[in-house]
């Protein structure tokens, strides 16, 4: 039956490849959305993993997200440095991880942050040790092994956060490598880390000593402080709501983390109320943004099953037209003792294996353009996509498509199941 049902395919090389390659380009197209949307949804959920709040500049919150998380946009602008002390005294908050952005080395961000920054992603060292003093940097799995970075090498940040859009150089003050993260498949592989103050320092801003203080004291002594913190981030909202030194020291975000969910009901409509920052909670707007891909992918989704069906329509014009032509010969096969079911088994074979065919193709086809996708443009790759990881859901739509075929074939197959032999073979003698 199938060598019959193979043997009629190769008969119709070109109709039957045709019908392939229109099931595959919908196969590829379903994958492509299919790996796309699962795994951006899977990394952005475990980038903003243990992340409550993010505090930045006055205005939009999903940029504020993008820039702080992950590392995708221009930030909203900087904060005052006395923000941070403001929440770590308040008894709801767990810890503050500040940010300071503003410069790269050949694309890869360079983030002027605390050790607590890779804790909050459980990246471990691979070599060497955290920095620690002025120009000490630690580089992350991706940005090492893509420029080949090892312990003790020195390079020259740039300013601004993409590769070719800063306005020079920092030739005065170079970074050391001292470090190299391991792997952690989060976007702290791409970046560079340094101490805020380093960042300071590169751009010649002035601070004093106790600046310094802030990154190794969070939290120290917090129980002394817990009567006094409403009364004392009272007074700092004033503050903060006063207009600042544009030559002061200044971060670009804070990510917060809560102590109790009492911190979530009142922390973001105080920062939001009372200070000239923003409050922006990454489960909102990490929602928000993939809504609004969502309406894309949908409707990129809803093209491709067109795609499938008009495939399965053309499988099924294919075979029935095939089946008339071939009525003689098959009712040929009843007379020399085909049974009914194997002449109906071999239609059928050749619509599944023509959809199974085509759906293996799609399935290649869609790792493949992914992957070229991915090598051929930096944004995709700063994603994180991972061309070649399968998904369960390449299944079901293997299945589904299969399922087209079995459809398409079983009207044709009906028909020369029915056929009347003797008025058949009548014919066409």
Not at 82 to 100: E, K, N, Q
Not at 184 to 213: F, K, M, P, Y
Not at 342 to 363: K, N, S, Y
Request: aromatic share 4%; net charge negative; no cysteine.
């Amino acid at each position: 039956m199938l060598s019959l049902a193979f043997a009629y395919m190769r008969s119709r090389r070109l109709v039957t490849g045709l019908n392939m390659l229109l099931l595959a380009l919908a196969v590829a197209s379903l994958t492509i959305l299919l790996l796309v949307s699962s795994q951006l949804s899977e990394r952005l959920e475990r980038n903003a993993q243990g992340i409550d709040l993010v505090v930045g500049a006055k205005g939009s919150p999903l940029q504020l997200i993008l820039s702080s998380i992950y590392q995708m946009d221009q930030p909203t602008g900087n904060i005052p440095l006395t923000s941070i002390d403001m929440l770590r005294r308040d008894p709801a908050v767990a810890g503050v991880v500040p940010l300071a952005l503003g410069d790269n080395f050949r694309g890869y961000r360079i983030v002027g942050t605390e050790p607590a920054y890779p804790a909050l992603y459980g990246a471990d060292l691979a070599t060497g040790r955290m920095f620690e003093k002025h120009g000490e940097a630690v580089m992350g799995a991706v940005v090492a092994a893509k420029l080949g970075a090892g312990l003790g090498q020195k390079f020259v940040g740039s300013h601004g956060l993409g590769d070719g859009e800063g306005a020079g150089e920092h030739h005065s003050n170079p970074f050391t490598t001292v470090g190299i993260l391991k792997p952690t498949g989060t976007v702290i592989d791409r970046l560079i880390l340094a101490s805020v103050q380093t960042v300071w320092d590169v751009h010649g801003i002035a601070h004093d000593d106790e600046d310094h203080d802030y990154g190794t004291t969070a939290h120290d002594g917090h129980a002394e402080h817990h009567h006094d913190a409403h009364a004392d981030n009272d007074s700092d909202t004033l503050v903060l709501a006063e207009s600042r030194d544009p030559l002061a020291p200044e971060v670009t975000a804070l990510l917060v983390r809560y102590r109790n969910a009492a911190g979530a009901l009142r922390i973001p409509s105080m920062i939001n109320r009372q200070t000239d920052m923003q409050a922006a909670v990454p489960a909102v707007e990490t929602t928000r943004l993939l809504s609004l891909l969502g309406v894309g992918i949908d409707g990129a989704r809803l093209f491709a099953w067109l795609l499938a069906a008009v495939g399965g329509l053309s499988i099924f014009v294919t075979l029935l037209n095939a089946a008339s032509a071939r009525e003689g010969d098959l009712a040929l096969l009843r007379v020399m003792g085909a049974t009914r079911a194997r002449v109906f088994g071999t239609v059928i074979a050749e619509g599944l294996a023509t959809a199974l065919a085509g759906g293996v193709l799609g399935l290649l086809i869609g790792h493949l353009v992914l992957m070229g996708a991915v090598r051929g443009f930096a944004a995709l790759g700063e994603l994180g996509l991972r061309p070649w990881q399968p998904h369960p859901g390449e299944l079901a739509i293997l299945a589904v498509v299969t399922a087209i075929g079995f459809i398409a074939a079983l009207v044709p197959a009906l028909r020369v199941f029915r056929v009347d032999l003797t008025s058949t073979l009548a014919r066409a003698n």
